[in-house]
């Protein structure tokens, strides 16, 4: 068969949430014929919204605040500011409010930060500054997968080797309870014991990407991620189908590539015999975290 003759490659993405509409939409810009199935009557997973608790109140369900997504790489890719997405920038990024009315401040800019946070100003620096510098060539390494070969090792290594660290030991790095609890709050994102290895991962990352690209909110809430994605998939001729929950395999459509957006507890009951059982055993002893 030629080029010419051969039909488009075909995908099916289970699980609407952003990273299944994110898949889904950069599949099908590729090329490929692009489903997408979703069990609620709407897609967006963590980033749907909800008016109905209070008039007037605009709630987002899960996600709020977008550092990395505003960052993202991939994002950046599919141009979703076509497709209706606003970014709104606050001028205060986050604060942590003490008993004593102080409060450890988040700003956009690092060296601004550094300056409220007084003693802990150089240290505060040595540790973010160079890598908000980098963050366009970080961004690719830390989003991306993990198992692979990095193309900027140093850069990575210089990222990384703090992120090894519980996030307790590394607020012994700073002098001032407005520094640490600044850390604690945004450390906490990890939901874990702060005094377990690799805990500060998720709070530098939050930090450096903020500090690179703003601690953005969606205008119209996280559900217009999710419309924005939709509408990018959409566009590159994906279809979504809604009320569609999968349960076996046999229900989802042969594709030449399945993505499954679910945890592994569902990818396991969904392949049950056609996982290696190894692979089947692991996937049902994961254990999800409180956030998650
Ligand atoms: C309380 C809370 C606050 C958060 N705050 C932030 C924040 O401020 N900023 C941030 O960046 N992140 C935040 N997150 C994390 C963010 O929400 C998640 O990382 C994100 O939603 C994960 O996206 P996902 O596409 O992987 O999965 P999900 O969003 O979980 O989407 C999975 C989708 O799959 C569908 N599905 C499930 N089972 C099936 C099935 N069997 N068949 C078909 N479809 C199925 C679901 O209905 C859902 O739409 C928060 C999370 C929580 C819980």
Redesign the pocket.
């Known amino acids: 068969m030629t080029s010419t003759t051969r039909s488009r490659a075909t995908a099916v993405v289970?699980?609407?949430?952003?990273?299944?509409l994110a898949a889904g939409a950069l599949l099908a810009k590729a090329g490929l014929d692009v489903t997408l199935?979703?069990?609620?009557d709407e897609?967006?997973?963590?980033?749907r919204s909800y008016d109905g608790l209070l008039p007037g109140l605009l709630h987002d369900h899960?996600?709020?605040?977008?550092p990395?997504?505003v960052g993202s790489p991939a994002l950046r890719e599919l141009e979703l500011e076509r497709h209706g997405l606003r970014w709104l920038l606050p001028e205060v990024d986050c604060v942590h409010p003490l008993d004593d009315g102080t409060a450890g401040v988040l700003m956009r800019s690092v060296a601004e930060t550094a300056r409220l946070l007084g003693p802990d100003e150089d240290r505060y620096r040595a540790l973010i500054e160079p890598s908000v510098r980098h963050w366009d060539t970080l961004a690719g390494e830390v989003m991306g997968p993990l198992l692979r070969v990095p193309s900027h090792p140093l850069l990575l290594a210089r990222f990384g080797l703090p992120t090894t660290l519980p996030a307790v030991a590394l607020a012994r790095l700073f002098r001032t309870p407005q520094t640490r609890a600044l850390w604690a709050g945004i450390a906490a994102h990890a939901f874990r014991p702060l005094g377990r290895p690799l805990t500060s991962a998720i709070g530098l990352g939050i930090l450096v990407s903020g500090h690179a690209a703003g601690w953005a909110v969606a205008e119209g809430g996280s559900q217009s991620i999710a419309r924005a994605l939709e509408k990018a998939l959409r566009e590159y001729g994906g279809r979504v189908e809604t009320n569609?929950?999968?349960?076996d395999h046999r229900q989802i459509p042969a594709a030449d590539v399945t993505l499954l957006?679910?945890d592994p507890g569902?990818a396991a009951a969904?392949y049950g015999d056609r996982l290696p059982a190894r692979t089947r055993s692991a996937y049902r002893r994961f254990r999800r975290g409180p956030?998650?």
Do not use: F, K, Y
């Not at 199935?37 to 609620?40: D, H, N, P, R, V």
């Not at 897609?43 to 980033?47: D, F, L, S």
């Not at 899960?62 to 977008?66: E, G, Q, R, V």
């Not at 569609?244 to 349960?247: A, G, N, P």
């Open positions: 289970v699980g609407g949430g952003p990273n299944g199935l979703e069990a609620a897609v967006g997973g963590g980033t899960c996600s709020a605040i977008h990395m997504a569609v929950r999968i349960t957006d679910l569902q969904i956030g998650a």
